[in-house]
C-alpha cells in the first residue's frame, strides 16, 4: 500500500477521541466512516463532529462549504462489514481495554486484513492488542493527544511484529495531512509524551501535598515559565540554549544543583490516596467561579492562536 492510496478511514469508536479523529480526516478530505456499537452512540459522535466542524468554520479556519462538503462524506454506522470493506485505514478509538480492542482487531481480519490497524490507546500494549490479529505486521498504536484536531502530535507505537514498512507508511500518511508524527522504538506504559506528563504532574502535585506551593501558583509557574518555552522548543533543546557551551556547559555548570533537586524529588510509585480530594479544593480557588467547559472553550480558542503562531494552522 501507498500513502496516495489511502482514500478510506474508519474511526472505530466515535466517543471524545474518534469523533475528534473522525473531525480531522473529514477536514482532510478523507472518506470516513465511524463505526460505533449502537445509533444512539453514532448520534451523540455525529453531533460532537458536526459541533467540531462548526467551530473550525466559526473561527476562520475552514470554509462553510469544505465544512459541509466534509459532513457530506461522513458516514455513520453499526456494521462492521460496511464500515471495514474497501478501507485503507482503521483509528481504532474504542474503550480502553484489551478484550474490545483484540476483539475489533480480529473483526477487521474478516472484511480489511490489509487496512492499517492504528489504535488510539493511551496505555495498551500493541504486541498484546496484534496477537488477535492473522495480520499483525499492520498493526500500531497511533496515539493522539487531546483534541486530535487541533493538536498536531501523533505517537506511533511499534509492537513486536509490527512491519517497518506499515510504520513508514503510517508516518508519511501522518505528515501529509499536517500531523506531527514521532516513532516510539519500545513499547512501554504511556508512550512518550504521557510520561513526560505524568513526570511533571507528579512533582507539582507533590509540591502542593508537602506544603510547598498552591495549586494556582504550581499551575501558574508552569504556564508563565516552562510552558511558554515548551510551545515552542522540547526539555533537550531548552537546555542546549541554556549555556553558551551547549547542554554540556549546562549539566556541568548547573549539575550539580541539579543533583541536589533530583535527590529531593518525590519517586512515587503510586498516586497518594489524598491527592484527588486536596488538588480538587486548591482548584477551586485556581478557577474561581469559572466552569469546566468555559474553561475548554477558552483553551481552544487559545490553542488555535498558538497553532497560527507556530505555523501549523
Ligand atoms: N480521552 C483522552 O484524553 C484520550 C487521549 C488520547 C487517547 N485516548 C484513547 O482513545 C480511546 C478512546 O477514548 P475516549 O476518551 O474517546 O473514550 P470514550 O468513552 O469517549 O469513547 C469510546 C467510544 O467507543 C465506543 N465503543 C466501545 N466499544 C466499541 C466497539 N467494540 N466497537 C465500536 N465502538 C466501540 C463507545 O460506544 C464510545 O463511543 C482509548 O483507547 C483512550 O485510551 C484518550
Redesign the pocket.
Known amino acids: 500500500m501507498r500513502v496516495q492510496d489511502i482514500k478510506k478511514v474508519v474511526c472505530?469508536?466515535?466517543?471524545?477521541?474518534?469523533a475528534s479523529w473522525a473531525t480531522y480526516y473529514l477536514w482532510k478530505g478523507l472518506n470516513v466512516y465511524i463505526?460505533?456499537?449502537?445509533e444512539e452512540?453514532l448520534a451523540?459522535?455525529k453531533t460532537l463532529i458536526d459541533s467540531n466542524l462548526d467551530f473550525l468554520v466559526q473561527k476562520g479556519i475552514i470554509t462553510t462549504e469544505v465544512s459541509n462538503d466534509a459532513k457530506e462524506r461522513a458516514v455513520y454506522t453499526v456494521d462492521m462489514e460496511k464500515a471495514f470493506t474497501n478501507a485503507q485505514f482503521v483509528q481504532e478509538?474504542?474503550?480502553?481495554s484489551y478484550e474490545?480492542?483484540q476483539?475489533?482487531v480480529s473483526e477487521m481480519d474478516k472484511y480489511a486484513p490489509k487496512a492499517i490497524y492504528a489504535?488510539?490507546?493511551?496505555?495498551?500494549l500493541i504486541s498484546e492488542i496484534q496477537k488477535f490479529s492473522e495480520y499483525p505486521e499492520r498493526c500500531i498504536i497511533a496515539?493522539?493527544?487531546?483534541p486530535p484536531h487541533l493538536i498536531p502530535l501523533v505517537e506511533i507505537v511499534k509492537g513486536e511484529k509490527t512491519s517497518d514498512k506499515i510504520v513508514s507508511i503510517a508516518y508519511d500518511f501522518f505528515k501529509s495531512i499536517d500531523k506531527e508524527p514521532i516513532i516510539v522504538d519500545k513499547e512501554i506504559p504511556g508512550h512518550v509524551a504521557n510520561r513526560i506528563s505524568m513526570a511533571v504532574w507528579r512533582e507539582a502535585a507533590d509540591l502542593v501535598l508537602n506544603g510547598v506551593c498552591s495549586v494556582k501558583d504550581v499551575d501558574r509557574a508552569v504556564c508563565y515559565g516552562p510552558g511558554l518555552r515548551y510551545a515552542l522548543m522540547g526539555p533537550h533543546l531548552i537546555y542546549e540554549l541554556a549555556h553558551p557551551n551547549g547542554i554540556i556547559g549546562t549539566l556541568h555548570h548547573l549539575g550539580p544543583s541539579m543533583n541536589s533537586w533530583l535527590e529531593d524529588m518525590r519517586d512515587w510509585k503510586e498516586i497518594p490516596e489524598n491527592a484527588a480530594e486536596i488538588i480538587q479544593e486548591g482548584l477551586r480557588d485556581e478557577m474561581e467561579n469559572n466552569s469546566s467547559q468555559e474553561f475548554m472553550t477558552w483553551r481552544d480558542d487559545q490553542l488555535i492562536e498558538i497553532l497560527k503562531q507556530i505555523g501549523k494552522l
Open positions: 472505530v469508536g466515535g466517543g471524545t477521541i474518534g463505526q460505533d456499537i449502537n452512540a451523540r459522535a478509538s474504542a474503550y480502553e474490545v480492542k476483539k475489533i489504535s488510539s490507546s493511551s496505555g495498551l496515539h493522539p493527544f487531546n
